[in-house]
T-cell receptor
């Protein structure tokens, strides 16, 4: 158990809908990352937050947004969902942000299926 | 520039064999190279990591070999066991502006160790 908690574990929704994925980082970790894993694209970095502030953006679509709250939990919002958004979404956390070599711990992911 | 290329895509070995997974990168600013192990239904978990100032690192049955001039690194699993059957991802990160230590992942290698 990495200590990173993600909910829900599985989610099925229709195209055009909006969903919210939730993440609680490991105790003491200030940085939260969101990754998308699909068969054809592998693990793609979406966005990173550090202590409530956005730190880095990767391949995140404009239809997607995230935030980190004062208690350090994070939410990833996915809107106007398309079939191609079906994937496994991982949250990860680390103690610091901005330091290469910081161990990043992953949750078990949220499976999103768009039908 | 920011890609990490991983091969092979899949690998089957007999128990006791030594599977080798290779990764190559272009960005010379990368300064941290971790390997992650992922079992079905689980999130990636850090296995072993190396910095470019060393050429080899061993942890138990897992060894990373690093060739800075060739910009390549590889994972060797000694005396492989059926329990090592998983997907392995190489990754890289750097301290550069905007990166914040985020991991760039290879596409993964699905390893199957036959009893």
């Amino acid at each position: 158990d990495s200590g990173v908690t993600q909910t829900p574990k599985h989610l099925i929704t229709a195209t055009g809908q909006r969903v919210t994925l939730r993440c609680s980082p490991r105790s003491g970790d200030l940085s939260v990352y969101w990754y998308q894993q699909s068969l054809d694209q592998g693990l793609q970095f979406l966005i990173q937050y550090y202590n409530g502030e956005e730190r880095a953006k990767g391949n995140i679509l404009e239809r997607f947004s995230a935030q980190q709250f004062p208690d350090l939990h994070s939410e990833l919002n996915l809107s106007s969902l398309e079939l191609g958004d079906s994937a496994l979404y991982f949250c990860a956390s680390s103690v610091f942000g901005g330091n290469s070599g910081n161990t990043i711990y992953f949750g078990e992911g949220s499976w999103l299926t768009v039908v | 520039q920011q890609q990490v290329k991983q091969s092979p895509q899949s690998l089957i070995v007999q128990k006791g064999g030594i599977p080798i997974i290779n990764c190559a990168y272009e960005n010379t600013a990368f300064d941290y190279f971790p390997w992650y192990q992922q079992f079905p239904g689980k999130g990636p978990a850090l296995l072993i990591a190396i910095r470019p100032d060393v050429s080899e690192k061993k942890e138990g049955r897992f060894t990373i070999s690093f060739n800075k001039s060739a910009k390549q690194f590889s994972l060797h699993i000694m005396d492989s066991q059926p329990g090592d059957s998983a997907t392995y991802f190489c990754a890289a990160s750097w301290r550069g502006g905007g990166s914040q230590g985020n991991l760039i992942f290879g596409k993964g290698t699905k390893l199957s160790v036959k009893p």
